[in-house]
């Protein structure tokens, strides 16, 4: 948050002193001050150069693996085949197993109930989820959009359980009729 | 000396500032046409101190054309949120 007040506030700074570097007159044979430097000298400019290659490089480097390392998620959820409802994932379970990871994608195994609890903690970033049934080692991709788009619902949150905070994520897998009618039932008021 | 810190730390500040808005992008946040145009101008304020450790006064100069085309992003931010005060 303090990062565009500092920017606004080192552009006034370089505004004022550019403008007035660039259009007040050095006297003549005056020695080089704060306002007029003269030429630096080679000792300093090999300095800046070392500098400026050590900050940059470290900008790349973080640039570089920023996306990948934090801003991306990349789940695979793997669902019975034929399955209809809402699939729940509880994360942060303590007694419950960590999710495996293949081909560098976190994966949601689905067990026949809906329910998976994990204690691997929640990922968060741009969403690069993808969705399969199973049935034996066989996977179906699922279509999380478009036409024939079975997956609803997309939600996550978070609870106050028996060992603290907890967050968990909830879908919908069926048709889009399927999905207004759960939903349906879900917000009428005797709904269990 | 001064004036490479003073261009090189704010080319840096307002160049991260810019990028940070700019990377909204991928959330669906339409690109502010002005926003390029200051990215182009902290990138211009970092040579810009390059060119001082030579030449202080031209690179003075090539600062303050920068610093403007910073300002046409900051401005109309800044005037909108003073006049929504």
Redesign the interface.
Same mark, same amino acid.
């Given at each position: 948050m303090i @990062?565009?007040f500092? &920017? *606004?506030a @080192? @552009?006034v *700074?370089?505004?004022a002193?550019?403008? @007035?570097?660039?259009f007040r007159e =050095?006297p003549k044979d005056a020695p080089s001050n704060?306002i007029?430097? &003269? =030429?630096?000298r080679r000792p &300093? =400019?090999i300095v800046?150069a070392l500098a400026?290659i050590l *900050?940059f490089g470290v900008?790349a480097s973080s640039v570089i693996r920023g996306p990948q390392a934090s801003?991306e998620r990349t789940v695979r959820f793997l669902i019975p085949e034929n399955y209809t409802g809402w699939v729940r994932v509880d994360f942060e379970i303590t007694d419950a197993p960590p999710l495996p990871v293949e081909d560098g994608q976190t994966v949601l195994r689905i067990p026949p109930s809906g329910k998976l609890t994990t204690s691997s903690p929640e990922q968060f970033g *741009?969403e690069k989820d993808r969705y399969f049934s199973y049935s034996g080692d066989t996977l179906k991709p699922i279509p999380k959009s478009g036409p024939g788009r079975l997956i609803w619902g997309r939600l996550n949150g978070e609870e106050q359980g028996a060992s603290g905070k907890r967050t968990y994520e909830e879908f919908f897998v069926g048709s889009e009729q399927q999905y207004m009618d759960q939903a349906k039932a879900r917000t009428a008021p005797n709904s269990p | 000396m001064l004036p490479f810190v003073l261009y090189f730390i704010a080319a840096l500040v307002i160049g991260f500032h810019l990028y940070g808005l700019l990377s909204l992008v991928a959330y669906g946040v339409p690109v502010n046409p002005l926003a390029v145009v200051a990215l182009f101008g902290s990138l211009a304020l970092l040579v810009a101190a390059y060119i001082s450790l030579f030449r202080p006064r031209a690179a003075a100069k090539v600062a303050l054309i920068a610093a403007l085309a910073i300002w046409s992003f900051y401005a109309p931010g800044i005037a909108n949120l003073v006049r929504a005060r």
């Open positions: @990062l565009p500092l &920017a *606004i @080192l @552009l *700074i370089v505004t002193y550019s403008a @007035l570097v660039s =050095r704060l007029f430097p &003269a =030429r630096t &300093a =400019r800046a400026s *900050i900008i801003r *741009i | -």
